[in-house]
Every structure is written in C-alpha cells, then in structure tokens.
C-alpha cells in the first residue's frame, strides 16, 4: 500500500493504492496553515509515500510565500510515512510534465475503473475534487498506469 499527497494550504488531496489500484481518496480541508499542518497527525501511516514537491518556475508566475506555505505542508505529509518507508518527493513537470490541468485530469480520469471513479466522486464540494484529482495522477503515475 502507498499513499499519494498533492499538498495545499487549504485543500490536500490524498490517494491510497493498494495491490497497484486506487483503495481510497481523502481531501484533507484547513482554514489556516497551522489546521492543515496538525490535521496531518490524523492521516494513517504509510510504508511508501509519494508527494509533488511545490516548484518555482519562473519569476512573477506565483507568490513565493504561497509557495513556502504549500512545502511546509508537504513536509508535514512526509511525518506519515514509516520510518524505514520509502519516501518520495516529486516535482510536477515529472510527473506531468507542462500537459494543461484540464488535459491532464481527463487522462487520469481515463485510466481509472468505474470502482476507482466512484470513490472520486464522493469528494465534496466538486470544485475542489482537482486536488484529489492531482494526488490520484501522481500515483498511477508512480504505478506506471499513468504516461
């Protein structure tokens, strides 16, 4: 079983595998960095662990801050795998390279089964299902179901 974790401030998206299919989803939802940095200690701990790690891409394209805030959160997601587990940090460009977000999810929508999608569909509110979304991608990516 491994655990994919698309960090946020507000929204974490998190997909569990196990047996190299999507077992479950989780948005983790905070009002203040701090909520969503504690609400981690109520996340299970996993033996492998997979997170996109926050990149800068260029000048003026984002708040460094913004950006500081969203690697402390994935840190803070890191607390939850195994000591000995392997630990992953994944820059977006790897994993998705520049594909536009809406390109992206309809690909990662494509490899899913009907069982997979329903456990997505669960995610409220909807507006928000795209961090679940990113965190699902990341792991068919690492499981190879994803190009």
């Known amino acids: 079983m491994f655990t994919a974790i698309d960090p946020g ?10 047996f190299g299919y999507l077992h479950a989803v989780r948005l ?21 662990m997979i997170i996109e790690r926050p990149t800068v891409y260029g ?4 708040d460094p801050d913004d950006l500081i805030r969203v690697a402390l959160v994935a840190g803070a997601a890191s607390m939850c795998c195994w000591e000995e587990g392997e630990l992953r940090f994944v820059e977006p460009r790897t994993w998705k390279g520049q594909v ?3 390109i992206h999810h309809r690909r990662v929508v494509a490899a ?3 069982a997979e999608l329903a456990r997505i569909a669960e995610i409220q509110p909807k507006s ?3 961090n679940v979304l990113d965190a699902v991608g990341l792991g068919l990516w690492h499981l190879g179901r994803l190009k």
């Open 9 to 18: 401030v507000h929204a974490t998206g998190v997909a569990h595998f196990d």
């Open 28 to 48: 983790m939802r905070a009002k203040t960095l701090e909520e969503m940095l504690r609400s981690f200690f109520l996340l299970p701990m996993s033996a492998e």
């Open 59 to 62: 000048k003026g394209k984002s």
């Open 100 to 102: 536009p977000k809406e």
């Open 112 to 114: 899913l089964s009907a």
């Open 128 to 130: 928000l299902q795209h």
